[in-house]
């Protein structure tokens, strides 16, 4: 079953460790924290104003008000960028002082410049205001020491905005697991545009794959396509081996026909193979096992379709388990029309994901899904799973979705 076959996915890929490498903040998306990061310096890292305008002593404004304005003398300007070198204001004194600027000495609000008029150097308010107005008190965000972001943490673009303010230019990541590419069939044409001989199509699966790793995060190595001679294709393995790869993935010969190679090289090689065929549609020839030095190996279909599924819940759960990231949650949509399935195997199917007007998720699925067919992916965003045991959904009927792209989240 799925199920079983996940469980064993995630149980061997926790077995392997990723060594961590140094990373500059510019190239960490995607990537994930290797140790707890804390804060070296605090956010804001002292007393300044949120505000342009006047900084005082609330006090002096207590009685302040339209029919009774109060007037405060000028005594200085502080800009952003100037050292907090100044004296704090006797009463009836204040500074003007820009946004950013250190609040001085005594001061415990900033009153907007929209909010007082001047005469010469007397500043005139006309309200009250409280203590702490408009005031970034050090360390309000983040104090110095405090634990910024976790280990294991998937980082973004917003963990860069965090660590610029905090003055973290590397942090230490994670390294990106190494996956290798190799497709088999002496029909495959890697070179687009080439002219096909009779029998002969493009390889299709390898670009794909090649993409969609990519925006995992992987470090990808191609191997090519070999014929469908099971030296070849073993001589390529053993090289992948000898590379220390993390992950090896082949496309196509994984059936039972008398070119389908795959499982009997591997068992050539030592692998200990933990499956060869799942209850799904496409993809039930899938197999997967580890071969001598640790490698992880996935064989694919050649079908492009079930390709793209075995990738997006087969390899991407093998990569989050080997980061040490939780199975990814699915969300739910409502059908917008009955949909028929005629087998007992889990199915994955294109689905085109939209949002009512009630924000209620609504999905459409296409006819025609064979998995030799692509057309599919044309205006569709996403996949919906449709479980072993279901036969026939009504229209209303909540289905699982996940995202049309692999992606690192939590």
């Not at 500059?24 to 002292?46: K, L, M, S």
């Not at 994670?174 to 001989?197: F, H, M």
């Not at 965003?381 to 045991?389: D, G, Q, R, T």
Request: charged letters at 20%; a negative charge; one cysteine or more.
């Amino acid at each position: 079953s799925y199920n079983d076959a996940i469980e064993m996915i995630r149980t061997e890929a926790t077995k392997s460790n990723l060594a961590a490498e140094d990373a500059r903040i510019a190239e960490i998306t995607g990537r994930i924290c290797a140790d707890d990061i804390y804060a070296p310096v605090a956010n804001q890292p002292f007393d300044n104003s949120a505000m342009d305008g006047y900084a005082l002593r609330a006090e002096d404004l207590a009685h302040a008000a339209n029919d009774n304005p109060i007037s405060l003398d000028m005594i200085g300007h502080i800009a952003a960028g100037d050292p907090a070198q100044f004296s704090p204001p006797a009463r009836g004194q204040c500074y003007e002082i820009m946004t950013g600027a250190p609040l001085p000495p005594g001061c415990d609000a900033v009153v907007p410049v929209e909010l007082v008029s001047k005469n010469d150097k007397k500043i005139i308010f006309n309200s009250r205001t409280e203590t702490g107005d408009n005031i970034r008190r050090a360390g309000e965000d983040f104090n110095s020491g405090d634990k910024v972001i976790g280990k294991g943490h998937v980082l973004n673009d917003g963990h860069i905005l965090i660590l610029a303010t905090l003055g973290i230019d590397r942090v230490n990541v994670l390294c990106k697991p190494s996956v290798a590419l190799i497709s088999t069939g002496r029909e495959i044409i890697d070179t687009p545009g080439e002219k096909l001989a009779p029998g002969q199509i493009y390889n299709s699966t390898m670009p794909y794959l090649r993409a969609a790793l990519s925006s995992l995060g992987t470090d990808i190595h191609l191997f090519g396509t070999v014929t469908d001679e099971p030296q070849a294709f073993k001589d390529k393995i053993k090289t992948m081996i000898n590379n220390n790869m993390d992950f090896g993935i082949s496309t196509g010969a994984v059936s039972a026909g008398v070119h389908d190679f795959v499982p009997s090289v591997l068992k050539e090689l030592g692998a200990e193979i933990f499956f060869h065929k799942v209850a799904i549609r496409p993809g039930k020839p899938l197999i997967f096992a580890r071969l001598p030095g640790g490698m992880l190996f996935f064989g694919l279909p050649g079908n492009p379709v079930a390709g793209a599924a075995g990738l997006r819940f087969f390899i991407d759960p093998a990569l989050r388990a080997l980061r040490g990231l939780p199975p990814q949650e699915p969300q739910y949509a409502l059908l917008n029309a009955p949909f028929k399935k005629n087998h007992g195997l889990r199915q994955f199917v294109r689905a085109r994901i939209n949002y009512s007007d009630t924000a209620i998720l609504r999905a459409d699925i296409p006819a025609k899904q064979q998995s030799f067919m692509v057309r599919p992916f044309t205006d569709t965003n996403a996949w919906a799973v449709i479980p072993e045991e279901t036969k026939n959904l009504e229209a209303g009927t909540p289905v699982q979705i996940f995202n049309d792209r692999t992606c690192l989240s939590h």
